[in-house]
C-alpha cells in the first residue's frame, strides 16, 4: 500500500498576523498605562513644604532724626522633603520689603534634603539703614494693650531645586513662603508675623 501524501502546512494569513499584531499593541498599551498610574501614585515628584517658625530680630537701630532704622533679621523655618528621592535645592533666596521696595536679600546656599526628611533652616543677615513708614499706635488683639508706633515688613523665601525620578529624570520642584511681619520701632520686638 502507497504512503498517503504528507499534509500541506498552509501558511499563516494575512487576518491570523493582523490579529497577533493587535493582541500585542494592546497589551503594550495596558503596560504603558499601569506603568503611568504606578509613576503618578508613587514616583511622581512633589513640592516641599516650607513652614516659617519664627521671625527676630537681634538688632535693632532706629534714627529719630530722619527716621531711618537699620536692623539684623533672622527667620528659622522647616523644610520638609515628600519625595522617595532627596530634593537638592540650588536657586534659593530670602527677601525683604517695605512698603514695597526691596530692603534686604540674601541667597540661601546650597543644599540636599534626604528623602522623606525634615531639615531647620535659619537665615540671618543685616539690613542697612532704610527710611521707614510707621504705622500709628493700636490696639493689639492678641494681648490686649496698646503698642507704640510699628512698621511693617514682608519677606519672602523661596526653595527652587530638582529631584531626581528612578534615578533617570530630573523634575524641578520648589517651594515658597510669604509672611508680613509686625516690628515694635520703640525697641524692635517682633509683634506678630502672619505667612
Known sequence: MAKPPPPLHKRPSGRTNLASCIVATIFLIFL???ACIVYLTIFKPKDPSLTVNAVTLPAFSLSNSNSTVSFTFSQYATVTNPNRAAFAHYDSSIQLLHAG?????MF???GKISAARTQYMAATF??????VELALPQQQ?????RVGPSMEVESRMELAGRVRVLHLFNHHVGARADCRVS???????????HC
Do not use: K, N, Y
Not at 141 to 145: D, H, L, S, T, Y
Not at 183 to 193: A, M, Y
Open 32 to 34: 504603558i498605562i499601569i
Open 101 to 105: 521696595r526691596q530692603v534686604g536679600f
Open 108 to 110: 540661601i546656599p546650597a
Open 126 to 131: 543685616s539690613i542697612q539703614s532704610f527710611p
Open 141 to 145: 488683639p492678641e494681648i490686649g494693650v
Open 183 to 193: 516690628v515694635s520701632v520703640t525697641d524692635g520686638s517682633v509683634l506678630g508675623f
